[in-house]
């Protein structure tokens, strides 16, 4: 098993109309069997945080990654 880093991100407009990425949260994840699972456990812990039906009212996207710390699966909402 892996651990994992799952990274839940607003996607925003800058004052000048530029797009960006806003950090909302990040979700550890210890241990999972694959980048799917953990994926899928960092939505339940994020919505059990936050205590909403879905993290999509607070996140656009979520990018998980090892622990090592390379990209594996992103998630849009």
């Known amino acids: 098993m892996t651990q994992y880093r799952v990274k ?4 925003l407009l800058s004052s000048d ?5 806003c950090l ?6 210890r241990h999972a069997r694959s980048a799917d ?3 899928k456990a960092a939505q339940c812990r994020y919505e059990r945080l936050t205590k909403t039906p879905s ?4 996140a656009d996207t979520a990018e ?3 622990a090592e710390g390379s990209a ?6």
Not at 17 to 21: A, N, V, W, Y
Not at 55 to 58: Q, S, T
Not at 72 to 77: D, K
């Open 8 to 11: 839940f991100y607003k996607d």
């Open 17 to 21: 109309g530029h797009p960006f990425k």
């Open 24 to 29: 909302q949260r990040i979700v550890e994840i």
């Open 37 to 39: 699972r953990a994926l």
């Open 55 to 58: 993290w999509k009212l607070y």
């Open 64 to 66: 998980t990654e090892n």
């Open 72 to 77: 594996e699966r992103r998630a849009r909402a």
